[in-house]
């Protein structure tokens, strides 16, 4: 489908007016301010507005104003900083055209906004802000807000680009998005991931296996795939194989043994070398077929082997699905440390077959199924309600409602990917929920007592338990999420683990800023925050809590 709007979103002081106009202004295109529609709607400010009818009505207003809106078509349309709260708007605009929104660093902002009096021609006051404390005002209503800025479909981080700089960027990424779209329109697209360098689709469906020769042909001519499994996946590399050879793809196989203890340097010099025997170009292509493991350790093949060949992914476990096929992290253990070295890079698309699942161990499905709650935990209340409905379905692996929560599930960490691949805006981090305490506990255990997926159920637990005791999170949400990892199998308790031994695994882990762990905590279930100032007394109740 061809998207003929751009909308732009973003916290007030990111520019999308003053981009808006000038992008607008380039295609030659409408341009829309939506805050602007509604006080020439209602004859007054938007501050007015808000003084007399309070937020509320105002949200109301905005929403009938975008409903409008979308019915036109060749429109940028800078939107208001909060219209994208509601779910009813972003899946209007996500109909009617693409979602880009603009990203500015916290000094940027505070500047742009005349919190500083360095810029105060610029100063802009929207009646959320309007306070004494304008720097605690914007930390606040930002983080609030970020989870829902990061579902859109690009970000775009503006804080040293020009105006025109901006324009172009979008521009580009639009046109490529069109692109992408007519070519990928066939395929069983669950969701795009858009990175400043790349748009790549996660394919998923329930035997969907037989189409990758297709979707190979009308990427690349003339191509030699490599692909790399393990003995526990075999059997579908066969299958892949056999596939891509009767479409007259020429393929080599490497499987290695199966098991973390093989995500090794020595792993990848074997493939190095067979790769170099069989004469392997930049031009050909790699593939994973497997769990996490074999896509980690084959990712960091392709992102290395002659500074980068193509790269696909075929991932066939729960957690591979879910979570290490997206987002290009690939990397493999040393003696000292998991996941010690590796490298972004994101493969050509992701192709992901339900069906593989049914020959899962029963142990490695339920442990995946805690990363596809995760999502829903900390974004999408409705996607809970479905998982709480439809336990039964899922664990037996419906083929329908399966694939349906899976793509939905997988939706949401490719939204948080393409808004902060590497990381740096602090958007990202919120996939980490449950992970601070699960990884630690893993690690404890010497990754022989839990699986990942059992580990971040019982870390969710924690700060759970964190969340409601700082009265973040009610008791009868913390009861919900705790009913619903039940409902899945999922542990919320692990005993002889010591105590000790978490906590010192806790220091090491690298997700803290400035020495001090960054919690993700669940204000309610669908809706999650950051928090780095968690008094250590509560650290070791929650870790007593779930540790027995
Ligand atoms: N890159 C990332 O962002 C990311 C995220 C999370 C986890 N990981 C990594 O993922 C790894 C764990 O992945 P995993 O849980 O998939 O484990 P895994 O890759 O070891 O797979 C588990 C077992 O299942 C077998 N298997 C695979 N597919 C099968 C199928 N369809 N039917 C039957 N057996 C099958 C495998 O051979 C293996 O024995 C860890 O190394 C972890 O660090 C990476
Ligand atoms: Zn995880």
């Not at 009646?127 to 983080?143: A, G, M, R, V, W």
């Not at 692109?179 to 394919?203: G, H, M, Q, R």
């Not at 790399?228 to 194989?241: F, I, L, P």
């Not at 096929?325 to 339900?354: C, H, M, W």
Request: aromatic letters at 6%; glycine letters at 8%; charged letters at 25%.
């Amino acid at each position: 489908m061809k998207k003929t709007n751009i909308f732009l979103t973003g916290f007030s002081g990111t520019g999308k007016s003053t981009v808006g106009r000038h992008l607008a202004k380039m295609l030659g295109w409408t341009f829309v301010d939506t805050d602007m529609c509604i006080e020439k709607e209602k004859d007054t400010s938007i501050s007015n507005i808000f003084e007399e009818l309070g937020e509320k009505e105002f949200r109301k207003i905005e929403s009938a104003i975008i409903e409008k809106v979308c019915s036109s078509q060749y429109q940028v349309v800078a939107t208001g900083g909060g219209l994208v709260i509601s779910e009813k708007n972003r899946k209007l605009m996500g109909q009617n055209g693409i979602i880009v929104c603009l990203e500015a660093r916290f000094n940027t902002l505070l500047t742009r906004l005349g919190g500083t009096s360095l810029n105060p021609q610029t100063k802009e006051v929207r009646p959320l802000l309007e306070s004494s404390d304008l720097e605690s005002k914007i930390i606040d209503l930002k983080s609030k807000r970020q989870s829902v800025y990061s579902m859109s479909d690009y970000t775009v981080h503006t804080d040293d680009l020009a105006i025109n700089e901006v324009s172009t960027i979008i521009y580009r990424n639009w046109r490529h998005f069109q692109k992408k779209n007519i070519l990928y329109s066939s395929w069983d697209v669950a969701s795009l991931v858009n990175t400043p360098e790349t748009i790549y689709p996660i394919c998923v469906g329930w035997g969907i296996l037989d189409t990758i020769s297709e979707k190979i042909n009308s990427m690349t001519n003339n191509s030699v795939v490599y692909l790399v499994t393990d003995s526990g996946a075999n059997k579908y590399a066969r299958r892949v194989q056999a596939e891509l050879e009767s479409a007259r793809i020429r393929t080599h196989l490497f499987v290695m043994e199966s098991g973390e203890k093989h995500k090794t340097l020595n792993t990848v010099s074997m493939i190095y070398d067979w790769l170099a025997e069989l004469k392997a170009e930049r031009s050909h292509i790699v593939m994973a077929i497997g769990g996490g493991v074999v896509g980690d350790l084959a990712g960091f093949v392709a992102a290395t082997y002659l500074r980068g060949v193509k790269f696909i992914q075929v991932p066939t476990t729960l957690l591979a699905i879910m979570d290490s096929s997206i987002g290009g992290k690939t990397g493999v253990d040393l003696d000292r440390g998991k996941n010690l070295v590796g490298a972004f890079y994101q493969p050509e698309f992701v192709l992901s077959d339900v069906e593989a699942l049914t020959t899962l161990p029963q142990r490695q499905l339920i442990s995946g199924w805690a990363e596809a709650l995760k999502h829903g935990l900390i974004k999408d209340e409705g996607l809970i309600d479905e998982f709480e409905k439809n336990v039964k379905n899922v664990l037996n692996l419906d083929k329908e409602i399966t694939t349906e929560l899976i793509k939905r599930s997988l939706n949401i960490k490719a939204k948080v990917v393409s808004s902060d691949e590497h990381e740096l805006l602090g958007t990202r981090i919120m996939l980490n929920y449950g992970h601070t305490i699960g990884h630690a506990i893993e690690t404890a255990g010497k990754y022989e007592k839990l699986l990942h997926g059992e580990a971040v159920s019982i870390g969710m637990m924690a700060a759970g338990y964190i969340s409601n005791a700082l009265g973040i999170l009610t008791s009868s949400q913390f009861e919900r999420q705790k009913g619903l990892l039940e409902m899945y199998g999922l542990p919320i308790k692990v005993e002889g683990i010591n105590l000790t031994d978490v906590k010192n695994a806790m220091l090491l882990d690298k997700k803290t800023l400035d020495g001090s762990i960054r919690w993700v905590l669940l204000d309610k279930i669908g809706h999650s925050i950051v928090k780095n100032d968690v008094p250590e007394k509560l650290i070791s109740e929650a870790l007593g809590s779930v540790i027995i």
